[in-house]
């Protein structure tokens, strides 16, 4: 796998990540492609959301290369991810809760043209109906579903080709689980944006996913169409370390 892949989005080639010189993600290859959604699932502590943040910058690169667009990005961090077309919600601190609904939105955009700020946040409120009568509530009075909701639309703000997400149902409830990974997600990947899913909640995303990269103990050991793996019964023994 390699920047030749021209079709896709981004591209992880060998990708090894971890914090001061402990390596906690090993040799990760992967493709991802627009308008589809693909996760990486496995067991807590499996390097999953390092990997994410070997991405953007906010983990140790420690080798591999990794390319947005057919563009060299490997420790790109910042706004010059941002603006090469990589979004990225963490599962923490992913608004600004002082700020309306609407300020928050109106943030994000700010690399757009001042004109085409207000459209695009039209255009996002259209895609995630629930925030737009909630634009003048301030985001930290916003119940947790509805929250990651404005990250998702915050992040997206800049038209990404690709957008990261790290557990973005942790600590919701049954409904707004459903409603994100259910209800928005698809419909982002139909927008054509290229999405890469954490998600603990396994059976979930692979539902919703094209395909999925099962992660234990910081490589991906299995990698394959999501059609193949949701009645195969080696992902539980891969989850546990048996595999």
């Avoid at 943040?53 to 910042?78: C, E, H, K, P, V």
């Avoid at 919600?89 to 928050?104: A, G, I, S």
Wanted: charged share 25%; with cysteine; net charge neutral.
């Amino acid at each position: 796998m390699s920047a030749s892949d021209s079709t896709a989005a981004l591209v992880l080639d060998s990708v090894s990540a971890g914090y001061g010189g402990h390596e906690v993600v090993r040799g990760v290859s992967l493709s991802l492609h627009p308008g589809r959604i693909e996760c990486v699932v496995g067991p807590n502590g499996a390097g999953k959301s390092t990997l994410l943040r070997a991405i953007t910058g906010d983990a140790q690169f420690l080798g591999g290369r990794i390319w947005l667009g057919g563009s060299d990005i490997s420790r790109m961090a910042g706004n010059r991810l941002v603006r090469r077309g990589l979004a990225w919600v963490p599962q923490l601190d992913d608004v600004f809760t002082t700020l309306t609904v609407r300020e928050n939105l109106e943030l994000g955009g700010f690399l757009l043209p001042r004109r085409r700020v207000a459209a695009r946040v039209d255009e996002l409120l259209d895609l995630f109906p629930l925030l737009r009568s909630l634009t003048s509530r301030i985001a930290g009075r916003l119940s947790g579903g509805e929250r990651k909701l404005l990250a998702i639309a915050r992040a997206l703000m800049p038209s990404p080709t690709a957008l990261l997400l790290d557990e973005p149902t942790a600590g919701l409830s049954p409904e707004m689980t459903g409603l994100v990974l259910e209800g928005q997600l698809p419909r982002l990947s139909e927008s054509g944006v290229a999405v890469l899913l954490v998600e603990q909640r396994a059976i979930e995303a692979i539902e919703i996913s094209a395909r999925v990269h099962v992660m234990v103990s910081g490589e991906i050991r299995v990698s394959r169409p999501a059609a193949e793996v949701r009645d195969w019964d080696e992902l539980a023994r891969l989850f546990l370390g048996e595999g």
